[in-house]
């Protein structure tokens, strides 16, 4: 059973326009949010985070959204670059676990 | 420079041989973890390991072992058990005990190819 679901597995947008990603999860125990950019034979690097006590993290052109009661998180990205290009996950771990679950990612191509 | 270091970047293994993929890491972090990806898939656990002597099986162990001899390596050995060996390999690292999210710092992968 999928407990964190990136339904779209991918997205194209115009350089300078917004990127929206999307993750639903079904545990309501998850605290912790995380996304991660991962290129093409290369590791995962770490985007940003949220915790569930918030509902809005921002980092310069990233922002994460989170909505508990409806279980759904989201990733903008504003403006979108081509170097942004990218598959996205989204993750989410429990009560201080050193575990994270993952999604299936979205690939995320921004045109010039 | 403090990274994880996968090796190798690229192998391939022949049905019925057992393999081993090594990660290293300097960055003193506590917990080491290998997860597999596969297309359209998300990252699966197969093991992770908190403390040195220590290890606890994820999601997909079978056909997989591990060891935890020293705190900055973290070997998969990928069995003829396996049905489905061939995949990209991740092995990430983390330091415990600290409040917020659990960031994960992972390595460049290992793509192993059966043939």
């Known amino acids: 059973d999928q407990q964190v679901k990136q339904n779209s597995p991918s997205l194209s947008v115009q350089e300078g326009r917004i990127s929206i990603l999307n993750c639903d999860y079904t545990?309501?125990?998850?605290?912790?949010f995380l996304w991660y950019k991962k290129y093409p034979a290369e590791g995962p690097t770490f985007l940003i985070s949220?915790?569930?006590?918030?509902d809005k993290n921002e980092d310069g052109r990233f922002t994460v959204f989170l909505n508990k009661s409806a279980k759904h998180l989201s990733l903008h990205i504003v403006p979108s670059q081509p170097g942004d290009s990218a598959v996205y996950f989204c993750?989410?771990?429990?009560?201080?676990?050193?575990?994270?679950?993952f999604g299936k990612g979205t690939k995320l191509t921004v045109n010039p | 420079d403090g990274g994880i270091t996968q090796s190798p970047k690229y192998l391939f293994r022949k049905e019925g041989q057992n393999v081993t993929l090594s990660c290293e890491q300097n960055?003193?972090?506590?917990?080491m973890y290998w997860y597999r990806q596969d297309p359209g898939q998300g990252l699966r656990l197969i093991y992770y390991?908190?403390?040195?002597?220590?290890?606890q099986k994820g999601d997909i162990a079978e056909g997989y072992s591990v060891s935890r001899e020293k705190k900055e390596s973290f070997p998969l050995t990928v069995t003829s058990a396996q049905k489905n060996p061939t995949a990209f390999y991740l092995c990430?690292?983390?330091?415990?005990?600290?409040?917020?999210?659990?960031?994960?710092?992972f390595g460049a992968g290992s793509r192993l190819t059966v043939l």
């Open positions: 390991s908190q403390i040195v002597n220590d290890f």
């Open positions: 545990n309501s125990m998850f605290d912790y």
């Open positions: 990430a690292s983390t330091l415990m005990g600290l409040s917020g999210a659990n960031v994960l710092t």
């Open positions: 960055l003193n972090h506590d917990a």
């Open positions: 949220i915790s569930s006590i918030k």
């Open positions: 993750a989410a771990s429990q009560g201080g676990s050193e575990k994270l679950v």
